[in-house]
């Protein structure tokens, strides 16, 4: 199955490279330009298959976001010269992942489920259920760790290690409030819930920049709205638009990351599962049709792309 696992573009003027779990970075002095692979991860550890379209869905999904978002806090973004290729600037980001939970599932069920009443020191209520409503949306930051798995914090352990300043913190906390209820907004319009999602953020000249992705379904998890009381009342499982899917079929087959875990096999059928739930998030939370870029010469072309703006 086509997909793009890794780049390796050989750019004269690239000043360094980093591969992420699913992004490659190339950087250009000020710039920086960032393909969008198709590689996967879950409790941090990038699966063996990549999947087809997805870095595609989320490069196209975090463009339409970060275009929309812009007049609440500027972002990094610049140009997509290719559906798998952002252009923007080089921000020095901040060392924490801004997560921002409406609604109690994912790490934030499972912990709470193993009998933990405070989140990153945020106190949670008795008597709440697997994907129940939050009585307000709360943050939950997290370690931005370059090797291993990232790690809940509190905000006062943010700013008692001094990773943010208090200034720059009460803006991100501003920020990441605003982004989410339009995140919100955006995805009711659409018959779907943005129950949780993740923001990261950077400095460009010392102001505060949005940066990464934001509302794809690597960030963010989705419900469909049609039909969620109903399936809380009936403590049904709700139908979902997310990565946790793949987190599930993971954990049902004895992996989460942990040492000593080996990786299942992730059939064709599998991997073109996942491809079609993220092509559906699409153009459900866009409400536009996937036009499927060809991979004949993709890698070419996206090198192509980069060396018109940057090279």
Known sequence: MDAIKSTDLAFE?????????????????????????DRISAFDVILERAIPYKGQVLNQIAEKFLKMTSDIVPNWFE?????????????????VEMVI????????????????????GVPLPEGLKENDKLPHPIITPSTKATEGHDEDISREEILKQGIVSEEDYKKLEEYTYALFAKG???????????????????KFND?????????????????YADGYQDRQDADEPQK????EFVRQWLIENGFQGKDGQKQPFMSDE???????????L????????????SYQDIEEEIFKSIKNQLG
């Open 13 to 37: 003027n690239a000043t360094n490279v980093y591969k992420g779990k699913v992004r490659d970075v190339y950087f250009f002095d000020d710039k920086i330009g960032i393909v969008a692979s």
């Open 101 to 120: 939970r409406g609604y109690l599932a994912g790490h934030a069920w499972r912990e709470y489920r193993d009998g933990k009443r405070e989140l990153c």
């Open 270 to 280: 599998f991997v073109k599962s996942v491809s079609d739930r993220y092509i559906e």
């Open 282 to 293: 699409f153009e459900k939370i866009t409400g536009e049709k996937f036009e499927k870029s």
């Open 207 to 223: 102001e505060i920049f949005l940066i990464d992705e934001v509302h794809t379904p690597d960030s963010s998890r989705y419900f």
């Open 240 to 243: 979902q638009l997310s990565k």
């Open 79 to 95: 140009s997509a010269p290719h559906p798998n290729v952002h252009i923007g600037k080089k921000c020095d980001a901040f060392a």
């Open 184 to 202: 919100q907004e955006f995805a009711n319009e659409r018959g779907l819930i943005l129950v949780d999602t993740k923001y990261e953020f950077g």
